[in-house]
């Protein structure tokens, strides 16, 4: 492994930012995700010599330097098929994106008009979840999760490692300083038989880190 480019000649598959699931033309229920720690991966494990294909949600960002494929999607399902496409030929998968745990049950193809009968009631159905999918498959890549929480973050994170039986997990904690949405994050990282803390950065310094710590725990698990 050279250490200017550990992840060269891996292929690397990173969602990110969030899903948007439709109402109806106008409306659909979204999260604060930006795409910002997703985009930094992306941009830093390129650097560090991957082939990254990058399966985007909604976002207002521009592809970054050396990203080899870019997809677009809208909706959690639309990520699923992106994601179970793309990841068959993968090394390493690093799901940061935001993925809507429910959609609505009926979609309204015309716009819903307010009326004397009030609010609609939506009634929402589970999304897959992506990542215990990808985890369960037989071969599988390398496979990092990530968790968002605002509180019992550590308790959560173990849970999420153990149940969705993933090699490492980032998990950061939401408030208005840091992660979903801010440009700063910080992470506490887990794996199987251990942990370490990356201290509060922006987003790309933080993502440089990370994916240092990725292709170490990757290449000691797939030895060349
Ligand atoms: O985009 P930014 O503004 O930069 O913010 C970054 C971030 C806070 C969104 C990111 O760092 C992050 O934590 N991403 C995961 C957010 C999340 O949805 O966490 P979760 O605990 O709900 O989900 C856990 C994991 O399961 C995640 O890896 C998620 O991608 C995955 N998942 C969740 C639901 C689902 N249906 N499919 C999934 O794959």
């Given at each position: 492994?050279?250490?200017?480019?550990?992840?060269?000649?891996?292929?690397?598959v990173?969602?990110?930012?969030?899903t948007?699931?439709?109402?109806?033309p106008?409306?659909?229920?979204?999260?604060?995700?930006?795409?910002?720690?997703?985009?930094?991966?992306?941009?830093?494990?390129?650097?560090?010599g991957a082939?990254?294909?990058?399966?985007?949600?909604?976002?207002?960002?521009?592809?970054?330097?050396?990203?080899?494929?870019?997809?677009?999607?809208?909706?959690?399902?639309?990520m699923?098929?992106?994601?179970?496409?793309?990841?068959?030929?993968?090394?390493?998968?690093?799901a940061?994106?935001?993925?809507?745990?429910?959609?609505?049950?009926?979609?309204?193809?015309r716009?819903?008009k307010?009326?004397?009968?009030?609010?609609p009631?939506?009634?929402?159905?589970?999304?897959?979840?992506?990542?215990?999918?990808?985890?369960?498959?037989?071969?599988?890549?390398f496979?990092?999760?990530?968790?968002?929480?605002?509180?019992?973050?550590?308790?959560h994170?173990?849970?999420?490692?153990v149940r969705?039986?993933?090699?490492?997990?980032?998990?950061?904690?939401?408030?208005?300083?840091?992660?979903?949405?801010?440009?700063?994050?910080?992470?506490?990282?887990?794996?199987?038989?251990?942990?370490?803390?990356?201290?509060?950065?922006?987003?790309?310094?933080?993502?440089r880190?990370?994916?240092?710590?990725?292709?170490?725990?990757?290449?000691?698990?797939?030895?060349?």
């Amino acid at each position: 492994m050279s250490p200017d480019a550990p992840l060269a000649g891996v292929k690397v598959v990173i969602d990110a930012g969030p899903t948007y699931e439709d109402i109806d033309p106008v409306r659909f229920l979204g999260n604060r995700s930006s795409g910002k720690m997703g985009f930094a991966i992306a941009e830093a494990a390129a650097a560090a010599g991957a082939a990254v294909t990058l399966i985007a949600g909604p976002v207002a960002l521009a592809t970054p330097t050396g990203i080899a494929r870019r997809v677009d999607v809208r909706s959690a399902l639309q990520m699923r098929a992106a994601v179970l496409e793309a990841v068959d030929a993968a090394d390493i998968f690093i799901a940061t994106a935001a993925v809507a745990d429910w959609r609505v049950a009926g979609y309204s193809p015309r716009k819903i008009k307010k009326g004397p009968g009030g609010a609609p009631v939506l009634e929402l159905i589970e999304n897959p979840d992506i990542l215990a999918e990808v985890a369960a498959r037989d071969p599988r890549p390398f496979v990092v999760g990530f968790a968002a929480e605002t509180d019992h973050v550590h308790e959560h994170a173990q849970a999420k490692l153990v149940r969705k039986k993933l090699d490492m997990l980032a998990a950061n904690h939401v408030d208005e300083r840091v992660g979903i949405g801010a440009d700063d994050n910080e992470l506490e990282l887990i794996w199987p038989g251990g942990s370490e803390t990356l201290p509060r950065a922006p987003k790309r310094e933080l993502a440089r880190a990370l994916v240092a710590r990725i292709a170490a725990h990757y290449h000691a698990r797939t030895p060349a």
